[in-house]
């Protein structure tokens, strides 16, 4: 399978990259293990949005289904090896599937192992991915995002992280972008200006028919208790771990 962008890693920065990318309509191919650290929350206090909190296991759905309207696809799978090739990149998974792709991002949190060894890796008690301010590796098209790129442990900062080097992926591309925004009509045009390219203008019946849905969207996932259960440390069941 061949796609525009590879993100390996679907937890908050990985699926908040694949949201922007795939809005920019680049065909995105998200491949995860499922095993985001903020499963392990007992209850989100302090990510913007949520006065009250949320549930972590809630949260990460929200965004993996804001990432799936967006048009990207998720896979579950470990990515073992990740190779430069000569139109880009492949991936190989510990099943054996392949997934060829022109640009990487890489937002596995502290899991290096499938990296080609140019990757720079940086040791602080844990392996992290050297990057420039933007998230790009010493090899081109290939990104770090989130916590792997070493950015603080906060769920915000690595979605905001994603967010930011997918964008930097859109600039390096070429792709005709400007802000991914959806403005009011005429916000631009009435003032003799050309729609810029992510941008959208909608009117107010169009606005008043979004809102309803999302409400709608909203009312619903939250209309009972999340199902998932509060996991335990691995370590209390499986190999040992810090976190
Ligand atoms: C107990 C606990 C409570 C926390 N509470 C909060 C909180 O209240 N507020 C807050 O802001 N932050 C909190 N955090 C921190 C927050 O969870 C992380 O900072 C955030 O999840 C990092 O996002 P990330 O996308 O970089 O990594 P992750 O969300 O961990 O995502 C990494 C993803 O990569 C996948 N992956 C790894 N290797 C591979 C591979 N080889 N192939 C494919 N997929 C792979 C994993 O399965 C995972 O889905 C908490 C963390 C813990 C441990």
New binding site residues.
């Given amino acids: 399978m061949r796609s525009d962008v590879l993100i390996?890693?679907?937890?908050?920065?990985?699926?908040?990259a694949a949201t922007f990318t795939a809005r920019a309509g680049f065909e995105t191919l998200v491949?995860?293990?499922?095993?985001?650290?903020?499963?392990?929350?007992?209850?989100?206090?302090?990510?913007p949005g949520f006065p009250a909190?949320v549930n972590?296991r809630q949260l990460?759905d929200l965004i993996a289904e804001g990432a799936a309207r967006a048009g990207c696809e998720r896979r579950v799978?470990?990515?073992?090896r990740l190779e430069r090739a000569a139109d880009g990149f492949v991936a190989e998974?510990?099943t054996g599937d392949r997934h060829r792709a022109d640009r990487v991002v890489a937002?596995?949190?502290?899991?290096v192992?499938?990296l080609p060894d140019a990757v720079e890796i940086v040791d602080r008690g844990k392996p992290f991915v050297a990057v420039d301010g933007r998230g790009r590796t010493a090899i081109e098209g290939l990104y770090a995002?989130?916590?792997?790129?070493g950015?603080?442990?906060?769920?915000?900062?690595?979605?905001g992280?994603?967010a930011e080097v997918a964008v930097t992926l859109l600039e390096d591309a070429d792709a005709p972008f400007y802000h991914d925004w959806v403005a009011p009509a005429g916000y631009f045009t009435d003032r003799g200006r050309d729609l810029p390219p992510g941008c959208e203008e909608i009117d107010d019946d169009e606005r008043r028919r979004r809102e309803d849905a999302a409400r709608e969207v909203m009312c619903d996932r939250f209309a009972d208790p999340h199902p998932s259960a509060q996991p335990t440390?691995p370590s209390l069941t499986d190999a040992p771990s810090e976190?």
């Fill in positions: 390996v890693g679907g937890g908050v920065a990985g699926l908040s491949v995860d293990s499922d095993d985001s650290i903020l499963r392990r929350n007992a209850h989100v206090e302090n990510y909190g972590a990460l799978g470990e990515v073992v998974t510990a937002a596995t949190k502290n899991a192992d499938y995002a989130g916590r792997l790129a950015k603080p442990h906060q769920a915000i900062v690595s979605a992280h994603g440390h976190e």
